[in-house]
């Protein structure tokens, strides 16, 4: 059941001036996801007229050679991109050799940013995470670092809470925790965004969401993809610190916290530390129990073949790298006390989804006769991904003499109810980030206490001789996954 389409003017939103200083601007995530969100954001009229993206690199690039490499690399990949918005992006970018083992490098950096005084200067860390520390040393120097610099960090920001915390103490040397933007694109997605509406802007759904009321909340990240070109990161790192430690992590924040008592930046924050705080630890005797992970073997993904996890480029042969994972987490407080938030995430899976379900109890007492093959419960389904929408399922009479129930549900298919432009969530956070808006970025004691919960489970896996569970490409995950839910008589969702 669609919902009335609305049309809309597309926003303008005027921002300040600024230089964003992309760092790893010939990298994989700044062509593929960073200079289409600028361009998206330019194309749309939102960019002040005189801004600049500065990319910068190692190499010894001309700005036209630059320019040459995103024509052949981040054109061909842009929908709705006329001839004359891609040209008027281009007017907007330059390069900038910076390799941070040369002060010189930074010295004619700065001059040329300093030099034009920008409201604003976003400093975007596009890069292997060793080098955010000496790029910050480099700012420092410079004078890169004054109050209307905003440096973003991407993820990972280290590979466990030691190494986070070195990045961050080094990090704060030169920059206050106002002035960093701690990236997890999840929280730039539009659904993630609605969530907090339904949540905090309808009546209907709060007094129900508590343990009296949930049954269980399940959070699904399935990915098709395989680990593609990033085999050697991959395999140093694995899908509890890809996406649990951070993605996982917050979506459960974003479902579990208490109402915010407004929306700013810290109030949003304040309430999501409580519930990382309130995670129950996974015990390193409770790790076999609670958690699941497992590794893809050769199957098909779509129709196509797919090689094994350990086949792939990059890949040692005998990795115990997981790149799937199922863990069931708890919340030790009033609202959550005995709801089971379970949480899985894999590459080569079955499909492409993202969603979160939360399953409401069953009715105190039973009136109508029911077949058992029924699913008994409300659900609610916010879906993030492949595309945005919002399902209730419900009971209703079977039209008919006889009384029966059979279930049906309320949809809300946002890109036919609204059918404006939506902005992806990298455009998104930039935006934020060049506003000055902090509250969609991760604070830095939400960072340390995700790999506080996280790391138990990590250690527990390392010293362990058990490998992770075999998968075949194509499905939903080793059969442990599902056998977790079993023990607590549940089921995932796309299996109900
Ligand atoms: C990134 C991970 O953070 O998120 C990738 O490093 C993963 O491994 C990606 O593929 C998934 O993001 P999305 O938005 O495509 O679901």
Redesign the pocket.
């Known amino acids: 059941m669609p919902g009335r389409p609305i049309p809309r003017k597309e926003p303008r939103v005027s921002l300040p001036d600024f230089d964003m200083v992309l760092f790893g601007g010939t990298g994989d995530l700044a062509r593929r996801k960073l200079l289409p969100a600028l361009f998206d954001a330019h194309r749309t009229g939102c960019l002040h007229p005189s801004s600049r993206i500065l990319a910068t690199g190692s190499h010894p690039h001309t700005t036209e050679q630059y320019k040459a490499m995103l024509e052949e690399s981040v054109r061909p990949g842009l929908e709705h991109a006329p001839p004359e918005a891609w040209t008027s992006f281009m007017d907007r970018i330059g390069y900038v050799q910076a390799d941070a083992r040369q002060p010189a490098h930074f010295d004619a950096l700065a001059e040329q940013v300093l030099a034009r005084k920008p409201e604003v200067v976003v400093c975007y860390l596009a890069t292997a995470p060793h080098i955010f520390v000496p790029i910050c040393e480099q700012l420092g120097r410079t004078g890169l670092n004054a109050p209307n610099v905003r440096v973003v960090l991407e993820?990972p920001l280290g590979h466990d809470l030691d190494s986070s915390e070195a990045i961050n103490n080094a990090v704060s040397r030169y920059f206050g925790e106002e002035q960093i933007y701690r990236i997890d694109?999840?929280l730039g997605?539009e659904s993630v965004q609605n969530l907090m509406a339904i949540r905090f802007a309808n009546a209907l759904f709060e007094p129900l969401w508590r343990r009296e009321w949930v049954q269980d909340v399940q959070i699904t990240?399935a990915?098709e993809?395989g680990v593609e070109t990033?085999g050697d990161f991959?395999d140093r790192t694995g899908a509890l610190r890809?996406?649990v430690q951070?993605?996982l992590v917050q979506l459960l924040c974003m479902v579990a916290m208490e109402p915010p008592a407004s929306l700013s930046e810290d109030a949003i924050r304040d309430e999501k530390i409580k519930i990382l705080k309130a995670l129950k630890p996974i015990l390193p005797q409770d790790v076999a129990e609670k958690t699941v992970r497992g590794q893809y073997r050769a199957g098909a993904v779509g129709g196509k073949p797919v090689v094994s996890y350990v086949d792939e480029q990059g890949i040692a042969a005998d990795s115990t790298t997981e790149t799937f994972v199922a863990i069931k987490a708890e919340i030790a407080n009033w609202r959550w006390e005995g709801v089971p938030f379970y949480l899985r995430t894999g590459?080569r899976m079955q499909s492409?989804v993202?969603e979160i379900v939360v399953h409401f109890r069953d009715v105190p007492h039973a009136i109508f006769p029911r077949p058992l093959t029924l699913s008994p419960q409300n659900r609610l389904v916010i879906r993030l991904?492949p595309e945005e929408s919002i399902r209730l399922y419900f009971l209703v009479k079977q039209p008919g003499d006889t009384v029966e129930l059979t279930p049906t549900s309320l949809d809300l298919d946002f890109a036919n109810s609204f059918k404006m432009r939506r902005a992806g969530?990298y455009e998104r956070l930039l935006l934020d980030v060049i506003r000055g808006k902090l509250g969609l970025f991760v604070r830095r004691d939400e960072q340390v206490q995700a790999w506080r919960w996280v790391e138990p489970i990590l250690d527990t896996w390392d010293q362990s001789t058990v490998p992770p569970k075999p998968y075949t490409a194509g499905t939903w995950g080793p059969a442990a996954s599902s056998a977790l839910m079993s023990r607590d008589g549940a089921l995932w969702h796309e299996e109900a």
Request: charged fraction near 40%; aromatic fraction near 12%; hydrophobic fraction near 30%.
């Open positions: 993820k694109h999840y997605k990240i990915e993809l990033r991959y890809d996406m951070n993605h590459k492409r993202a991904q969530a």
